[in-house]
């Protein structure tokens, strides 16, 4: 009993002496914000607006002041970027696609919006490496674009209707 005590104890003295440490090879995630800002302010798309001369379809729509703040993207200082995607991501969950209402409330609309709310959850802001900015980039760009499909189709389908109640309007006083 004692020789296999003595030789379980040489061999934890061997493998303990044995063992090598590894070298982490620490390699720099940091990302370069100057870049991104560039990115930002140089690559992405430019935001459309809302027409204003429609407000009266765009006021009855709540939710609409979430997607509007997606503008501020372009302001934000990139060091707080994951900050204000995490909020919108928070922010868009909570609009209920099935409630949009009034002349706003038309496949077209709905479509736009379901893509926006995908490329808003689908980009990982939790976690911006320089492994995975061009990804990052990438996403960013595609919430701008899915964000400017659906203003665009807001802005028409409001100027639409809006010029057939005019038309209707015009036709009644006849």
């Excluded at 979430?66 to 909570?94: C, H, Y």
């Amino acid at each position: 009993m004692n020789r296999f005590f003595c030789y379980l104890t040489v061999l934890f003295f061997i493998i303990s002496c044995s063992k090598t440490t590894k070298k982490i090879s620490s390699t720099n995630n940091s990302i370069d914000y100057s870049a991104l800002n560039s990115f930002i302010q140089d690559s992405l798309p430019n935001f459309n607006n809302i027409d204003q001369n429609y407000n009266d379809v765009f006021n009855l729509w709540e939710d609409i002041k979430i997607i509007q703040s997606t503008n501020d993207i372009i302001s934000s200082d990139p060091r707080q970027l994951s900050f204000l995607l995490e909020a919108l991501k928070l922010e868009v969950k909570k609009i209920n696609d099935y409630q949009i209402p009034g002349q706003l409330n038309v496949p077209q609309v709905i479509g736009r919006l379901r893509v926006y709310k995908t490329n808003v959850f689908k980009i990982n802001s939790n976690k911006i490496e320089s492994e995975n900015i061009q990804l990052f980039k990438k996403n960013l760009k595609s919430i701008v674009i899915s964000y400017n499909a659906l203003i665009d189709m807001m802005n028409k389908i409001a100027k639409e209707n809006t010029e057939n109640n005019k038309v209707q309007s015009i036709n009644l006083v006849e």
